[in-house]
């Protein structure tokens, strides 16, 4: 194949899994999810696991913001490593975000299985590596912050390294025990398809312009003149919740891809492993369940879409040679290249909680290099909530924090 795409590879390769209608009618459910990304399929499925009559909105096609561009790769680790989270929340809130983001992994593992996935969920290995020899000391001091917290961790030099991965120019890093990866878009369609037959309502080209909140109810008013009635609504909108809130809480970022073409041999050593970086911005690589290598990274303040697009044969050309500095004996041919616009907080940490501005509700936002992990843990978190009970993780990940 020759063909370079500025649209995201999981896009061109899945196509349309499927297809769902606008909403023209009024309707009423106990819980109305805004968005459906990878963050709202997860909140709808565990709405639906807990009972409630659910529905869920997005104004795009399903999956086609975040999701359809992301890089799966799916980490307990933090882009706050841990011993500066301690320094930042305290050692209990940041040894809890980091075993629940643990804990998601094996969660996602579950779903995937319970739904019989087709997305390619992987479970992998973690090579965090020091880009720099001023690296090498603090990393060493996040390895052992990740032994006292209890992860399995293990410190590779740049020899074992070489050895183990052909992968140079490293000053040795942390290998975790604990990864994985997916095809979060695929991922989507099928966790919404499963639950539609559970009972979700499922409307895409469908826009909330409004909430008039109620005592007990509250109407959603759609672009469509419909109104949703609800007890209930769940925002998961990522970094499109930057223009609803008043307040700066996020900072929003395009980072970059690029797609080798299928190189069977090449990839069959890489595919039990995630790679990382201590770069700013760090650079990222797995392989696809279809045999490819994908390197990402060269993060930049967010522009608009035009200008962020108008990067990418730059930033394309510059993770290539990132690839081939560290995989020198690798090819890697291009077959796709893309961008996608993220969110990052000042503490690595997401956003998932109530908003005194948005009554009986709930964002779950999941920004940075956890955001799919992060989502996991949003299901548990509001199904306490919704059942009236607390969750240790609400401080941490709360506005205002």
């Not at 050692?91 to 996602?108: N, P, W």
């Not at 990866?181 to 895409?204: C, I, P, W």
């Amino acid at each position: 194949m020759d063909l370079k795409s500025y649209e995201p590879f999981w896009l061109i390769k899945n196509g349309l899994p499927a297809s769902y209608p606008s909403l023209k009618h009024n309707a009423t459910c106990d819980v109305l999810v805004v968005g459906g990304g990878i963050t709202g399929s997860f909140i709808a499925h565990q709405c639906i696991q807990d009972g409630y009559d659910t529905i869920l909105i997005d104004k795009r096609e399903i999956a086609n913001g975040s999701s359809s561009a992301t890089t799966s790769m799916l980490q307990y680790e933090i882009d706050t490593p841990l011993y500066k989270l301690i320094d930042m929340i305290g050692e209990k809130g940041a040894v809890a975000s980091y075993e629940a983001c643990y804990r998601a992994i094996d969660q996602l593992h579950d779903i995937t299985h319970r739904i019989k996935s087709q997305a390619g969920f992987r479970k992998k290995d973690s090579l965090y590596f020091a880009s720099y020899k001023k690296d090498v000391s603090w990393l060493q001091k996040e390895l052992e912050a990740r032994r006292k917290a209890g992860f399995d961790v293990q410190w590779l030099d740049a020899n074992s390294i070489l050895k183990e991965f052909d992968l140079h120019h490293t000053h040795g890093g942390i290998l975790s025990a604990q990864g994985a990866s997916v095809d979060a878009f695929m991922l989507v369609h099928e966790l919404l398809q499963y639950n539609v037959k559970k009972g979700l309502t499922v409307y895409d080209k469908t826009q909330l312009q409004s909430v008039n909140y109620g005592k007990r109810t509250h109407e959603a008013r759609l672009h469509t003149g419909a109104i949703i009635k609800c007890k209930h609504i769940i925002y998961c909108v990522g970094y499109e919740s930057a223009h609803m809130i008043r307040e700066k809480f996020v900072n929003l970022i395009s980072t970059f891809a690029i797609v080798s073409e299928v190189v069977p041999d090449e990839t069959r050593d890489y595919k039990d492993i995630l790679i990382w970086n201590t770069s700013k911005p760090y650079a990222y690589i797995r392989t696809t369940d279809d045999r490819r290598f994908l390197i990402g990274g060269e993060d930049e303040q967010f522009r608009n879409p035009d200008k962020r697009d108008a990067l990418i044969n730059a930033k394309e050309k510059k993770l290539l040679r990132t690839f081939e500095k560290l995989f020198p004996n690798i090819p890697f041919d291009v077959d796709f290249a893309w961008a996608g616009t993220f969110g990052e907080t000042k503490d690595g940490l997401p956003y998932i909680g109530t908003h005194k501005n948005f009554k009986d509700s709930y964002f779950v936002l999941g920004f940075g290099g956890n955001g799919i992990t992060f989502s996991v843990t949003g299901m548990e978190m509001v199904s306490a909530w919704l059942k009236g009970e607390k969750h240790e993780l609400t401080p941490y990940f709360a506005f205002g924090r």
